[in-house]
């Protein structure tokens, strides 16, 4: 996708959080397991993104939002929620999102015992402040996963189908969060390319192994990993399995891709 104005990703540094691996998110939690993804490190506090599971035993408010945000994003993994918004009821299942209604004892009519979603906020900073909407100043959001809404060749691989999930249209561009879906296994992958764009991949399904500028080892990320990528850091996606699929936060939308050479791994 090629830049369409001269707007600045995020500062954003490099960081590999595995979640995939803990045990906590291996069984069901007695409470409500929790972690941040590495991006509020990464991003100096302007962004966050946690993934939260329920367990058997958990009161409403331990997965509420940050009503502080400027900016909410939540997608279900799993189980389902059942949200007010401001003229109706919606219900909520896996692959499903919703933008600008954070979870609050307002918000939230029902959860299932089973819930697992990824929350994406943008903090109020004054960082966030210069290039991002108000409080209250974008619209409720509903993505639902349908066929149609994952198009084959709408990003710059024809290898993978994507579904936007509609930020871009309530953000002023300024951020967007996809799905990226697999069309097949692939050896040989992305080919090594820097973004001009700052971003957040996280491992919705099968595997991919990635090559990361300034990481000595591939990456292998698998449901539940999260890796930062700044703008400007050359990646490789060497290798993906045919169920590969990623959720994908973009800062800012409109963006470039250059080829690079591979590096040198010291």
Known sequence: MTASSCMRPIPMTLQVVQTGRL???????????????????????????????????????????????????????????????????????????ICQVPFSATS???????FEFVEIQVLDTPLASEVLPGPGESRELVSFDTPDAHVRGAGPRAFFDYRNLGLADITGRRIEVQVIRAQQA???????????????????????????????????????????????????????????????????????TTPMDTPVRR
């Open 23 to 97: 045990d906590e998110f291996g069984r069901q939690p007695e409470r409500v397991a929790s972690r941040e993804l590495g991006l509020y490190e990464a991003t100096s506090g302007v962004f966050s993104a946690r993934r939260v599971k329920t367990g058997r035993q958990w009161g409403i408010s331990e997965i509420f939002s940050n009503r502080d945000a400027r900016f909410t994003c939540i997608y279900v993994l799993d189980g389902y929620a059942v949200l007010r918004l401001s003229d109706r009821l919606v219900t909520l299942h896996r692959h499903d999102s």
């Open 108 to 114: 939230i009519a029902e959860v299932s015992l089973d």
């Open 186 to 256: 692939r050896e040989g992958g992305t080919g090594w390319h820097s973004h001009t764009m700052a971003q957040l991949s996280y491992g919705l399904s099968g595997w991919a192994l990635l090559d990361i500028e300034g990481v000595k080892e591939p990456v292998r990320q698998q449901p539940g990993d999260a890796i930062c990528i700044p703008a400007g850091c050359g990646h490789n996606a060497g290798s993906f399995s045919s169920d590969y699929w990623a959720l994908q936060l973009q800062i800012p939308v409109d963006y470039d």
